[in-house]
């Protein structure tokens, strides 16, 4: 009896060695898995590391490329376009003027009615589809479609057609133009679906003019100019302290006044206000300074523009939740947080950046929302608590460093025009002999209106960039519309003349 007992008491015991070697096991083998999340994401945060002196390098290469790209074409990674719009609204423009935003497969007509004194701006706006088959036709019909839409647009208004007085038309165009004159421009490339082949290397607002014309329309094509521009234009109609403006969205771009002869490139431009908005097309910015990570590489390789665009795929709403998909994956193959593994995380661009914002703004204490867009986006169910925090963190890091390049490209465009304090001396800091004047910057974007963690990084840097002697001075405003309501303000502000106020000598 005795050694039967013996005999149960030892198997007990051989059982809960065994019991015990299993969980010891598994706590071993969770522990080398947690080592290796941590280390990806140590990894991910030592990679995008903003410290304020590396962004005062950004800042410094941004205004030393912004020179270059205004000595000579081809200076600078930077394109610096010139718009040839010298005239910004003041706020004292009268009267009805007209715009067309023609940005994408859907375009639109709108119409403004400025009493002068800063009037507030309720423009009438109608936008519809563009037929497919006019994407891919001949420019002629495309713009007798538009043309027949603005007609119909301006019957609706009190606004007669056969008015003797010709009405004014700002045009949105936002596909690659190379700028010929304030209100023209040559076709570079269709872009966004849009292949009509006899339009390529043609005038465009020219084709535009014409469609008006056979409409029986007495209106001018005023301006050609780009939605950044637009958003310039909205900025100092209600401020006129604006000079510059940056669009942080889908993608990003900067435009900002400068002084004619700074243009380098193109001596002997004269202008009767002495100055003109350049376009800067900052989203192709680079510099080695950029806080650069493996994902960031991978994304470029595999993108449709390989070594273009680098400084936008960094910070615009149309990459940062790519970059975070990419690192989730990344966690994914060298843990199991994230099992069972879908076929949807590994498929480009599967999270789009606003699900990646909400789930960096769930405040939820089980981040419920995390769990829901894991679950319903990515196909990853029942991730627990702490791998939801995982992801939380990695949105943290990528989006946190998103918005502090955003302002430092920010402040890069101040430092140009010698509006940071350092009275534009590249690698000098404030000096306190410099009398800094307000200096406003308009800024629209889904990015910067409706992403407040975005919002706030991209103030605090801004801050702790320029000092807060200096940032005081600074506002940040938003616009809205500036690829609408810009156009039609940017008409006003040119529709006085009957000839062109810029000249190259």
Known sequence: ???VVLGVAVGVALAACAVAAVVVGRRIKSRRKWKRVVGVLKELEESCET???????????MAVEMHAGLASEGGSKLKMLLTFVDSLPSGSEKGTFYALDLGGTNFRVLRVELGGQRSYLDPDVEGQPIPPQLMSGRSEDLFDFIASS????VEKGNDSDQSP???????????????TSVSSGILIKWTKGFAIKDMVGKEVAEGLQQALFRKGLNMRVAVLVNDTVGTLAVGHYHDADTVAAVIIGTGTNACYWERTDA???CQGLLTTSGGMVVNMEWGNF???HLPRTSYDIELDAESPNPNDQGFEKMISGMYLGEIVRRVILRISEVSDIFEPLSSSLSEPFALRTPLMAAMHEDDSPELTEVARILKDVLEIPDVPLKARLVVVKVCDVVTRRAARLAAAGIVGILKKIGRDGSGGITG????????????????EGSLYTQYTMFREYLHKALHEILGEDIAQHVILKVTEDGSGTGAALLAASHS????DNIQLL
């Open 165 to 179: 007085i010709t009405k004014e038309l700002g045009f949105t165009f936002s596909f690659p133009v190379k700028q």
């Open 150 to 153: 603005l007609h119909q647009f």
């Open 496 to 499: 006085s003349r009957s000839v």
């Open 263 to 265: 243009i380098i490139k």
């Open 428 to 443: 000098g800091r404030s000096r306190s002999d410099i009398k800094m004047r307000r200096t406003v910057v308009a800024i």
């Open 51 to 61: 410290t304020v002196g590396r962004l005062r390098q950004v800042v410094d290469a």
């Open 1 to 3: 009896m005795g050694k």
């Open 286 to 288: 680079w510099s080695s």
